[in-house]
DNA sequence: TCATGAATGCAACATTATAACATCGAAGAT
DNA sequence: ATCTTCGATGTTATAATGTTGCATTCATGA
């Protein structure tokens, strides 16, 4: 069967061209807010980017780290108002099973986030799978029951970290 | 298109035998614990008994609370431990999205968990739907991701709660 | 310039989970 | 029957994650 719609990117590579990432969603961030009226800050902006520091889910709290060190005084409310403001406009997703953010790939288009997580370097692949959403949504018609938000993640080893050997300690 | 393998039972209903549900979870509790040769105390068997109290997600702290009402002095190792043991066993699952716990419909064969469950009552069903769970393998092997682990949770609004009217608070 | 409301700073607190170590008790070995 | 052993439980403290409430600042439009 076809892949149907999922992304056309592939799981993050290890020597990928991350600066790219990095501009492409600050640009992608900025359109968003403009589109919506809402105010990107410099603080957002500055959460924003630290997310983006990899393809990595961060912790709230480790957020809060980075922005001390970079010398901005922070305290939790700091961190969870931006990370709120962010995820209410679509650039960055929760992954629940980690209590940890990501930044979204694809935050101009509007989708329900599913998560591909290695447990072994961390980084984290957004699907949005079609087929993989539309079977969620028919099972939920079967049961009548109205679908509000979907979490879909997927622990295991990404293709780089099974090249490098199987004995890896998990994270 | 065929609901395929997913469970015949549907989306517990308000007015449903409950006390069916719970022998059936002792048995099946009764009967994986002899199969493995693990040990189903007393605690243990009672905190399986408190999560079977409804079909809603159950959190760490309300258990603590409940078995301090039951007599039983309780800190939260207790709790954990006991917690450890039953989703060890596959007799619960953890919902990640409200750090929760439920009891498994279905422990004899052991499974991932997909859950639909409903912001209003806290009710969650059990999917175990085949077609998504092969999707999902499709999309992890297409990506040449090692799947360890799926976290499948829907929020929304059961059956139940559809029918009583449209505008409630959520929970 | 002023009024307004959103954004941020800040202190305290609530919730969820784990670490470390002591004690108890069931089950087999003697 | 008693001993030994190891898993299960008790207990205290602490870590990690997230929220409430209120004061202050700042951008924006009247």
């Excluded at 409310?77 to 679509?90: C, E, K, M, N, V």
Aim: glycine share 8%.
């Amino acid at each position: 069967m076809a892949r149907s719609t999922h992304t056309d990117r592939d799981f993050p590579q290890a020597g990928h061209d991350h600066a790219a990432c990095i501009d492409e969603a600050l640009a992608a961030a900025a359109e968003v807010c403009r589109l919506s009226g809402a105010r990107l800050t410099e603080l957002r902006r500055q959460v924003l980017l630290l997310i983006w520091d990899s393809h990595a889910p961060v912790g709230a709290y480790q957020l809060l780290d980075k922005l001390s060190r970079d010398g901005r005084t922070a305290a939790p409310p700091t961190i969870y108002r931006a990370l709120d403001f962010l995820s209410g406009q679509g650039l960055i997703h929760r992954i629940e099973s980690l209590n940890a953010y990501v930044g979204c790939r694809d935050p101009r288009r509007p989708h329900v986030g599913q998560f591909l997580i290695c447990r072994e370097c961390g980084t984290a692949a957004e699907l949005e799978d079609a087929e993989i959403a539309g079977t969620v949504r028919a099972r939920c018609a079967d049961a009548d029951f109205e679908m509000h938000h979907l979490t879909l993640e997927v622990l295991g080893r990404c293709p780089g970290c099974r090249r490098t050997g199987p004995g890896q300690a998990d994270r």
